[in-house]
T-cell receptor, first 113, second 109 residues
Framework: DVKVTQSSRYLVKRTGEKVFLECVQD?????MFWYRQDPGLGLRLIYF???????EKGDIPEGYSVSREKKERFSLILESASTNQTSMYLC????????????FGSGTRLTVV | GQQLNQSPQSMFIQEGEDVSMNCTSS?????WLWYKQDPGEGPVLLIA???AGELTSNGRLTAQFGITRKDSFLNISASIPSDVGIYFC?????????WGAGTKLIIKP
């Protein structure tokens, strides 16, 4: 069964901390994505990557960075966490054709206090 | 930019009722996808539509790709408690998905 695995289901961090959210996929997918989801705001794209060491800004990249050193792993980094980054973070991956859309991880619910 | 409108935003229904939701876009696209997100989980693909007019079923779910290629609907028949969640439509554009805002389904006890 194909999988996207996010390293933590729940995280609580303090304001100003550097936070790493990890995502690993086992489908040899080229594309990987990070979204955040907040009530009433739907899915908002933070960053995405089409290949190793490639990254592209999504709609809301401010306050975030990403790293893709290996094809299967895509990390989201909050350089200095703030309370307005409290949210549900979803990682997804897809093949290049997008014929079957994205496969999502189970999400990480991050609370910044 | 591309507008993708999904309605309704939320639905309160009784168990056993049928449910209908739809999405419309301002442009023509070749693929419509419908996802469901259970509470506390990531979205999961329910149905993919690739041709105008296509009608596809997945159990009690039925989705159609509108003949104008600008709309799609999702129907759920005889709803049950495990149908609760958020349903998203999505379009493929430039190797990315464009998402609707979601329809939250709540089943009244």
């Amino acid at each position: 069964d194909v999988k996207v695995t996010q390293s933590s289901r729940y995280l609580v961090k303090r304001t100003g901390e550097k936070v790493f959210l990890e995502c690993v996929q086992d489908m040899d997918h080229e594309n990987m994505f990070w979204y955040r989801q907040d009530p009433g705001l739907g899915l908002r794209l933070i960053y995405f990557s089409y290949d190793v060491k490639m990254k592209e800004k999504g709609d809301i990249p401010e306050g975030y960075s990403v790293s893709r050193e290996k094809k299967e792993r895509f990390s989201l980094i909050l350089e200095s966490a703030s309370t307005n980054q409290t949210s549900m973070y979803l990682c997804a991956s897809s093949s290049g054709t997008l014929h079957h859309g994205y496969t999502f991880g189970s999400g990480t619910r991050l609370t910044v206090v | 930019g591309q507008q993708l409108n999904q309605s309704p935003q939320s639905m309160f229904i009784q168990e056993g009722e049928d449910v209908s939701m739809n999405c419309t876009s301002s442009s023509i696209f070749n693929t419509w996808l419908w996802y469901k997100q259970d509470p506390g989980e990531g979205p999961v693909l329910l149905i993919a539509l690739y041709k105008a007019g296509e009608l596809t079923s997945n159990g009690r779910l039925t989705a159609q790709f509108g003949i104008t290629r600008k709309d799609s609907f999702l129907n759920i028949s005889a709803s049950i408690p495990s149908d609760v969640g958020i349903y998203f439509c999505a379009l493929v554009r430039n190797y990315q998905l464009i998402w609707g805002a979601g329809t939250k389904l709540i089943i009244k006890p």
